[in-house]
């Protein structure tokens, strides 16, 4: 039977079966031997020991389209990164270490803002702007109100994905609507630094109607991305890329040079002065970082 993984732990992997039911396996002892880890989201091959018991054997992991390390994951089709639109305020540089992670895994992402209902209309095409712009899908929802998760339910539909974002933006809420029988505990938001308790504690795919399978992990909520070079920087901003074509120099970086098409295109408008500040920022501290 084919199936997929949705939850590991202590050696045993559930795989959601193609029949609709989730199976207790453990994986063959090669697999360990071969030096191969099973991971949240693998499609898998299993051997169903007892039907009744709804337990199995890992077989065989069939090949993936992509894999994450951090988190664990593979075959991810789409990110969903969340932040809240107020309370906490969004962190945008953070936000945007979301997406630069994204653009490395080369993984699709729709930006999300929950708690639609603390600000105004003006606030949210403000925000919105910023990443439209920049090519990222944006959409806004409450699941405390009951709205705009219609449409970003059919935007999950068909497709396996990662939530993304900081503790206290209304994650675990978010899976409780998707699939009710995950029943996930949900932290609340500190009055004082407003900011979420971790309730992840492992990776794990949920499903819903059968066709959406949505993963939250542990972990997840600050990103660093050192690795990069300052000089390769620009290439994670969608925007920046074909405004780059114009620049004078072939190695400009879109700080000081003169005849910057980057630039040019900021001060004309076409990529929002909050992409490039936040550009600006990290370049300078990918820049200090002492590399040997």
Known sequence: MIGKITKGIAGFYYVHGEDGSSYECRAKGSFRK???KP????????CVLDQEKKTGNLEEILPR????VRPAAANISQALVVFAAAKP????NLLDRFLIYMEQKQITVLVGFNKCELVTEQQRKEVEEIYTRAGYPVQFFSVKEQTGLKELKEALR???????GPSGVGKSSLINFLCPSAAMETGDVSRK??????TTRHAELFV???EI????TPGFSTLYVNEILPQELWKYYPEMKQAATECRFAGCSHMEEPDCGVKEAVSCGKIAGERYESYRRLYAELSDIKRY
């Open 34 to 36: 071969d030096g191969i």
């Open 39 to 46: 991971l949240v989201g693998d499609n898998v091959r299993i």
């Open 65 to 68: 389209t992509n894999e994450l």
């Open 89 to 92: 305020a969004p962190n945008f």
């Open 158 to 164: 068909g497709k396996t994905t990662v939530l993304a």
């Open 193 to 198: 630094i407003e900011r979420g308790r971790h």
């Open 208 to 210: 819903s109607d059968g």
């Open 213 to 216: 399978y949505v993963m939250d």
